[in-house]
């Protein structure tokens, strides 16, 4: 697709798109990203669109990306309240049994964790960097944080499944990443 196309795609069905974003994501800004995303996903050649459904894709597109960061702000606000030491006091003070599952969260990322997938859960949700921005930090390539984050998340679940302690809390909290 050549630039005038994309061009010519922008022009034609930008408001559109930035209205169903900003319908989905209540954010000015956000829906901006998400539709400048899109266009620049089509202009580096990564998206090939047909010209007979063009609009049915792009609206399509967006969507689904909105779709993403309203999960991705989702999942942020799950880990940063599970592993930042901040919000250790101030969500779990209503029990003692809150605190000792945050505590015993804290231990296994601790002692569990290669340091590698340490620091990549502490920039992505404690700094709350996207993911390209934490592999570019680490030098790393975005997959590598996105699999890193996943097995992460896949091995705190097994542990706190088989362990029954704060296994309630955490599964029923998170997703995939």
């Known amino acids: 697709m050549t630039r005038k196309d994309v061009e010519s795609l922008f ?7 930035h209205h169903l974003a900003l319908t989905l ?16 996903n089509l202009l580096s050649g990564r998206t090939i669109v047909r010209t007979d459904n063009a609009r049915a894709f792009l609206l399509a597109s967006v969507r ?15 880990f940063a309240r599970l592993l930042t030491e901040e919000s250790d006091a101030l969500i779990c003070k209503d029990t003692v049994e809150e605190q000792m599952q945050m ?16 620091e990549m859960f502490r920039l ?9 921005e934490v ?3 680490l030098n790393v390539s975005r997959q ?6 996943k097995q992460s998340v896949e091995k ?22």
């Open 11 to 17: 022009k034609t069905h930008y408001t559109e798109m």
């Open 144 to 149: 590598t944080v996105h699999s890193h984050l």
């Open 25 to 40: 994501l209540f954010d000015e800004a956000e829906s901006k990203d998400v539709v400048s995303e899109v266009f620049s």
């Open 124 to 132: 992505r949700y404690l700094q709350e960097m996207t993911c390209q």
């Open 135 to 137: 592999a570019e930090a």
């Open 64 to 78: 689904h990306r909105c779709l993403n960061v309203l999960q991705h702000k989702q999942v942020q606000e799950r």
């Open 103 to 118: 505590d015993e969260l804290m231990r296994y990322l601790q002692d569990c964790l290669p340091p590698m997938s340490i």
């Open 156 to 177: 705190i679940r097994k542990y706190f499944a088989t362990h029954n302690t704060a296994a309630t809390n955490f599964n029923s909290n998170s997703k995939p990443i």
